[in-house]
């Protein structure tokens, strides 16, 4: 069964995010930080958990104090934190720095862009070292043209390989297919 724990202060924040993920798993969590995220980790044992860029007005934002909670209570577990555009840079380094697999950014008033394929199975998930590469690329919040630099590619090449590892891994978008990458153990 697969698991995700959402994690935010408040609980229009884990629904909004939830809106995006349910599809994707058999088992989606909404939990506040602190001793509720301890509990649901030792409980449920997520495959993913996800953790919105939120700052709770004490000046340290509430998400490094969560993916602090998280890298020592399931050190093992995958995480991503999910923000809006404005947060993309100023969050994302942080957040890879801090533990995090990568950043996902999200629509400041819907979540996530919802996972699509729910029961839809990949008919392959034996990704090409490019694909890959651009798997790694969404994983750390990065644009197509931002891929594409990183790699010295034209950005049409980048969406080729994108839609190409979309198909084998049975997603519907980038937020889905990063989630299946680490579900599926692509993604580490």
Known sequence: MAVCLIVAPDAAARERVARGVE???DLVRGVGPGEDLVIALERERPDLVLVAAADDGSG???WIA???TVRTTAPDVAVLVVGGPSD?????GQALDR????????????????FSARGRRPATTELSRRELDVLL????????????????LAEDTVKTHAR????????????DAVARGFR????H
Do not use: W
């Open 23 to 25: 599809a994707g798993f």
């Open 60 to 62: 340290m934002p509430a």
């Open 66 to 68: 969560t993916l602090d």
């Open 88 to 92: 993309e840079h100023r969050v994302a």
């Open 99 to 114: 533990g995090a697999k990568g950043f996902l950014r999200a629509g400041e008033e819907t979540g996530p862009r919802p």
């Open 137 to 152: 690329g969404m994983c750390e919040g990065l644009s197509n043209s931002e891929i594409a630099a990183s790699l010295t």
């Open 164 to 175: 190409r590892l979309f198909r084998k891994l049975g997603a519907g978008d980038r937020a």
């Open 184 to 187: 599926q153990g692509i993604l």
